[in-house]
């Protein structure tokens, strides 16, 4: 019976302190909640892996959207197209096409809905969002109050608008140049510059990295700039087409550690490069050539202004060459002026995400010089890019390609050969050339001599009493030794002078 009893007891006993449990623990829970609710029992950043979300904010997306529309998608809309290329820094029907590409190609711009079944952000919201911290260099939320979009989401817009406009038009708007467009470019050229063979300009820019970690700034941080920066070498024609765009090495480098770690001239080495070969001064060059800064090395493929000329061919051909070099300088000018994101220094943390903002930046400056009409290069998407040929090359072969290209004789000559022709002196001695062929044959004389020289030398002297015919042609690589004479002297009556 005590036995019993004493069971019992020790039964009851435990139901107390399961209860007294319980009830602890509900009211540490309610007590708990009760803090949470007064925000007094917060994780801190850094003591936990994942940082808390911060309250669900209604900033009316689809209110953003009809106010977007209304001010420049409707039919009659607030603002008009120079507000419009003003503030997009491209037209409306260029901006349109590039949503709806985006929007046919890319998930992340379709029309999409929330768990709770209110509708997403449309593509003209996150097209605008994107486009607007490229033009304007802003911080993520700057267009908050306009769009209805948290800062999170137009950091998402911008990195995946860069991923889509890469993926698609990189292959039609940052492509190596093919034979027809080296053609066209030749042309340009030859026309605006008078330098035949010009593939363009090379030059490097500097893009200031705010935000970049302490244990690399010695890497990108040169002494003669402000603060760390990436470097990008870009080569754009005289209608500032950007044909070659390589970013990513750091800004503690120069020009010359740029281009040797650039992919530049691969396809040359590899023989995979479309046929650039032109004829200036009756002298055949395999490739097309580069205007390029003093800092750049003598070879084939760079010519560069004669430092101290003294001869006048020389001093007409630097003015020249310094003035076309100046398209790429201008063509950065436009690049920055349109979008002030690669203006001011960059915030993102990581190299990706540069390299993603500036080859977008160049996309879209060649785009706009398409849609403008200043340039205008047809592109067969069908066709085999330089880029794209698959071929084999030995060691040997690729060796010496690489020893042509760094030729520096090739290379002066090329340089002589270009301040001849644009010198005037080469026209006057082919002009030269065909009065005498055409004079030879009416004599019914076109053999080693010409019989009558007198004729020769009267007909010399009518046609510039100011030039030496033998070093014009000497000077042009086209001296015959029949053709060795020298025009009548104006200060001895018109005779010839034997």
Known sequence: MSS???????????????NQIVMNNVRATELIKELYDNNLLQDEVGETSKIPRGPRKDRGREEGHNKLVADYFAEHPVYNDVDFDRRFRMSRRLFLRIVNDLDREVDFFKQQWDA?????????????????????????????????????????????????????????????????????????????????GMLGSIDCMHWYWKNCP??????FHRGDHTGPSVILEAVASQDQWIWHAFFGVLGATNDIIVVNQSPIFNDLFENKAPNSSFVVNNTHYNHGYYLA?????????????????????????????????????????TLKDKWHVVKYPARVWTQRKLSLIMHTCIILHNMIRE??????????????????????????DRARNVNLVKNRERHANLRHDLSIHGSGKADVAADVATELKSFANQLGNVGATISNHQLVLQMIAGLNHNYNIASLYASANRSPSRFLCRPLSPSHGGNPKA
Request: charged share 30%; hydrophobic share 30%.
């Open 214 to 219: 302490m244990a690399w700034r010695g890497q």
């Open 116 to 196: 709770r079944g209110v509708k997403g952000f449309s593509p003209l919201q996150k097209c605008a969002s994107a486009i607007r911290q490229l033009a304007y260099g802003s911080a993520s939320d700057a267009f908050d109050e306009y769009l209805r979009m948290s800062e999170t989401t137009s950091r998402d817009c911008l990195e995946h608008f860069c991923k889509g406009i890469i993926f698609l038009y990189m292959r039609q708007y940052l492509r190596k140049p093919t034979a027809t467009d080296i053609q066209a470019i030749y042309a340009l050229h030859e026309q605006t510059h008078g330098l035949p």
């Open 293 to 333: 800064d003093g800092i750049y090395p003598e070879w084939t493929t760079f010519v560069k202004a004669f430092r101290y000329p003294v001869e006048e061919p020389r001093v007409h051909f630097k003015t020249r060459q310094e003035s076309a070099k100046k398209d790429i300088e201008r063509t950065f000018a």
């Open 4 to 18: 019993s009893s004493s069971s019992d007891s020790d039964n009851d006993d435990i139901d107390l302190a399961i």
């Open 371 to 396: 849609d403008e009409g200043f340039s205008h290069y047809p592109f067969d998407p069908t066709e085999v890019l330089p880029g794209e040929i698959e071929t084999t090359i030995s060691e040997e």
